[in-house]
Structures are given as C-alpha cells and as structure tokens.
C-alpha cells in the first residue's frame, strides 16, 4: 500500500511564506497526478492546487493563483507546495492526494483522488 505523509506545517504570520510537502512511500505507483486540498474548521474540503505527473500541467485555485506554486520531485517521490504571501484565510489542514487515472490534465476534484494523506495543519496569524 502506498502512504502519503505530508509536513511543513506550522504557525506563520500574514504576508509569511512556507512550504509544504508530500513524501510518498510503501509501495509506490508512479505515474500520478498530485493535488493538494484544504480543509477549514465547519468548511468542505476544497481543491488547492495539482500537477501532472510529469510535471507539464499545473492548475491552481483562483484564491491562490499567483500565490502557491505546486512542484514535484519525482526522484524523491515528493511533491511541494510553496505559499507566499499566506492570508488568515489559508489557515487549513492541507492534504496531499494521488491520482493514478493517468489523465494529462489535473483534475480539481476530490473525487478523482485514490490515495490521501493525513494533512498537516497550516495557520496565518493576522
């Protein structure tokens, strides 16, 4: 079974940045499509952001456009997520999720998702 295990969490002020990751182990599939998907207290779930497994084919939610940036490391099995100039309103727990349907386009929803982590806690402080 393949785990994904997520981390770089932690508290940060507003107009902060920080980088989060997601390792993949066990036994690993390749071939994925990565998204990222946050979950505010009494929110839904929400897409984030997600990449193709080459790497090619990047989309991101329009509250985050020109602030995250979704990388991956396919050598390392790990994929990244860096925010910059982070809000109180990205405060989450944000999961990683694998895709293995082998679409070249990243899907936005959760739905299309087999494998996910167990989050790691985001919170901008105003």
């Known amino acids: 079974q393949m785990q994904l295990v997520e981390s770089g969490g932690g508290l940060v002020q507003a107009g902060g940045s920080l980088r989060i990751s997601c390792a993949a182990s066990?036994?690993?599939?390749?071939?994925?499509?990565a998204g990222w998907f946050r979950q505010a207290p009494g929110k839904e779930r929400e897409f984030v952001a997600a990449?193709?497994?080459?790497?090619?084919?990047?989309r991101y939610a329009d509250s985050v456009k020109g602030r995250f940036t979704i990388s991956r490391d396919n050598a390392k099995t790990t994929v990244y997520l860096q925010m910059n100039s982070l809000k109180p309103e990205d405060t989450a727990v944000y999961s990683c999720?694998?895709?293995?349907?082998?679409?070249?386009?990243?899907?936005?929803?959760?739905?299309?998702?087999?494998?996910w982590g167990q989050g790691t806690q985001v919170t901008v402080s105003s």
């Open positions: 066990g036994r690993i599939r390749f071939g994925y499509t």
């Open positions: 990449i193709n497994w080459t790497g090619g084919r990047t």
């Open positions: 999720a694998a895709d293995f349907r082998g679409a070249s386009d990243p899907s936005t929803s959760l739905y299309e998702y087999d494998f």
